[in-house]
């Protein structure tokens, strides 16, 4: 069955938007795995804007499933994955001025500095994730860098869903997914996933888990964080 990693992102946002403790990720995390998600996903990025240091070791502690940790390049977090040591690092671009994270990595820019930390990793006992664009040139890139999984962006067939761009998009994913199963990559994806969009992308090759934050913690507001989580669970079990 595909897996459902939840990313809690946005229940931190809306702590860190009156600077108070609540709502505390922690017990969303808690929430997201007995409604059944198999892993929880955060985003610590460079300026603390939702996820802060000290959540990520608190959640080391107690995400009983798969904890995803997505980071950019930058040397103090890296440093932090490190003595943290989650089950997976997923490597994403970062811009400080971005809302969301816009885009894939460039493997062919960074390729050196993202091969030597893959292998730091690797010996620390943790898989390496690479956000990247549904790009088989890209792919193989990971794969010669001995990435273990990829996660492909899906943001553009989400932003265009219900278009013939969205078709298109659709294909791109589709065939990147089969070339990365190919090269023995895990397949991952995410990025505007909601209930409306997912269920074409249910069909993608190989496909392993998909991580899903803002529509999750979105629609928590109207019927409830374990519902939304078990909501989407039923639509990836194709019930």
Known sequence: MIKLGVNIDHIATLRQ?????????????????????????????????????????????????????????????????????????????????????????????????????????KSLGTTISLFIEPDIETIKIASDIKADSIEIHTGRYCDNYGTTTAEKELQKIYEAAQSACELNLVVNAGHGLNIENIKPLLKIPGLEELNIGHSIISRAIFIGLGPAVQEMLTIIKGK
């Open 17 to 121: 938007a009156r600077g108070i403790n609540y709502p505390d990720p922690l017990q969303g995390a808690k929430i997201c795995e007995e409604s059944g998600a198999q892993g929880i996903t955060v985003h610590l990025r460079e300026d603390r804007r939702h996820i802060i240091d000290q959540d990520v070791y608190a959640l080391k502690k107690i995400v009983k499933g798969k904890l995803n940790l997505e980071m950019a390049l930058a040397e103090d977090i890296i440093e932090i994955a490190a003595d943290i040591k989650p089950d997976q690092i997923t490597l994403v671009p970062e811009k400080r001025e971005e809302l969301t994270t816009e885009g894939g990595l460039d493997l062919a820019k960074n390729i050196k500095k993202i091969n030597n930390l893959i292998q730091r990793f």
